[in-house]
């Protein structure tokens, strides 16, 4: 039996600040922006790689925004990526090593806190 993370909810308090973010900074794609109805818009983006993908949530759950802590992203290279953020205008952290990665975080302008992760080789 497979079970896959398909949609995680980033609840956020503006639609359009945090897809600008998310696409135009971090570099997320666009997949989908609809609107349901005028008290529901679906915006569905995806991390360059992932078969995982958000969808910014504005009264979906009864999350508030910005309780969306410690949500992680695992890359090839952390520096590049912390790199990339940073010449985009986002406050990512240094990379900082530990003894399972390279890591660099990041907040939303909700507040949202991801973990960017790169794996170390694993030795043996």
Request: aromatic share 8%.
């Amino acid at each position: 039996m497979d079970m896959k993370i398909q949609l995680v909810p980033i609840p956020v308090s503006d639609i359009d600040r945090a897809k600008a973010f998310y696409v135009d900074q971090v570099g997320f794609h666009d997949d989908y922006d609809v609107t349901v109805d005028e008290n529901l818009r679906f915006v569905q983006l995806t991390p360059p790689g992932s078969a995982c993908s958000i969808v910014l949530d504005l009264n979906m759950t009864p999350m508030a925004p910005g309780a969306v802590q410690g949500l992680q992203v695992v890359v090839d290279d952390s520096q590049a990526v912390h790199d990339h953020l940073v010449a985009n205008g986002v406050a990512a952290e240094p990379v900082q090593d530990f003894p399972w990665g390279r890591f660099t975080f990041f907040t939303d302008p909700d507040g949202n806190r991801w973990a960017v992760q790169q794996m170390l080789p694993r030795e043996g």
